[in-house]
């Protein structure tokens, strides 16, 4: 059975002629004739009855007909989702994220992704550096929005926000917990709490590099991988964690009414950009399409530039 012998009788049950068919078909009448003789042979029953006055569907052809009209609207439904999927305009996309990516970069861009590609599926995953660049490698990620750009060839990536600063994190009763900012070298008095450099490179290195800068060693006390421990564990012991910016003037460090602050640090101000990362041979072009979605900022939204208890 070929798709074109079910275009044809399709075409022969909405005229009941052969003529005004052919001619639809730009066909000739015998050839027209041969392509329903082979459908018909195929099935191993009558569809059309043909004499020369008339030309009907068998009750065996009124059935098909209605099975072959399915058939027929499935093959051209696929043919325009696999050109819109080829296109961008169509399919899925799992997108990972931190949350200077939700603040500044995801809300126009999803905005404009629904305007422009209304058809696609985005799926959104908050997740840190180290957990997104793995899920990019693994494939149930396609886009990351991570901290800092990957050095390796599997990988590429688009700078899209420079230099966010990252603050000190301590609790209400830390001696800091007053002070709106402290330079960066009396943090070799303190204990602190970092999370694994696995889960953001980027972030671990600027802390590090600052206190080489500041020719200090940090004394990490403990470690906590989430953001939100990190809040609850500064509340309850004089430590100081690390956050972004964005994060913390969000207060999105810990639950509602967590017991702890934010500090700005300063001389150095440690810092770290954020980047769109997405596969080398990446052959979704939803990819592209949401990449070309996404602005690029020179600097944080003044919202973000002061800090809120948290």
């Not at 861009?109 to 490698?137: F, N």
């Not at 972030?203 to 989430?226: E, H, K, N, P, W």
Request: proline share 5%; net charge neutral; with cysteine.
């Amino acid at each position: 059975m070929e798709f074109r012998h079910l275009v044809s009788f399709i075409t022969i049950a909405e005229e009941l002629h052969f003529g005004r068919a052919a001619s639809r078909l730009h066909l000739t009448q015998p050839s027209l004739s041969a392509q329903l003789q082979k459908l018909e042979k195929s099935l191993g029953v009558r569809l059309v009855a043909r004499s020369s006055h008339e030309v009907k569907l068998t009750s065996a052809g009124q059935e098909f007909e209605a099975q072959a009209r399915l058939i027929v609207f499935q093959m051209e439904k696929a043919a325009q989702i696999a050109k819109a999927t080829a296109e961008g305009r169509s399919g899925t996309l799992n997108i990972g994220y931190n949350m200077p990516a939700s603040r500044h970069v995801l809300p126009s861009a999803l905005a404009k992704m629904s305007a422009v590609h209304p058809d696609v599926v985005v799926s959104l995953w908050e997740k840190r550096t180290g957990p997104q660049l793995a899920g990019l490698a693994d494939g149930t990620l396609d886009v990351a929005l991570v901290y800092g750009h990957p050095r390796t060839a599997d990988f590429r990536y688009r700078l899209v926000l420079r230099k966010i600063p990252l603050v000190a994190v301590v609790g209400k009763g830390h001696i800091w917990a007053g002070r709106a900012a402290v330079p960066f070298a009396e943090l070799a008095n303190q204990a602190c709490v970092i999370f694994s450099r696995d889960q953001c490179p980027a972030m671990y290195d600027s802390i590090f590099g600052a206190a080489s800068d500041s020719r200090i060693s940090l004394d990490v006390a403990q470690t906590a991988d989430d953001p939100g421990a990190t809040a609850h564990m500064v509340s309850v012991k004089p430590l100081v964690g690390f956050a972004s910016l964005p994060r913390a003037s969000s207060g999105g460090l810990g639950a509602m009414g967590a017991n702890s602050v934010a500090v700005k640090l300063f001389d150095p101000i440690p810092t770290i950009d954020l980047c769109a990362v997405w596969r080398t041979a990446e052959a979704n072009s939803a990819v592209f399409s949401f990449l070309d979605c996404i602005d690029d900022f020179d600097e944080l939204k003044r919202s973000d530039r002061g800090l809120v208890a948290m």
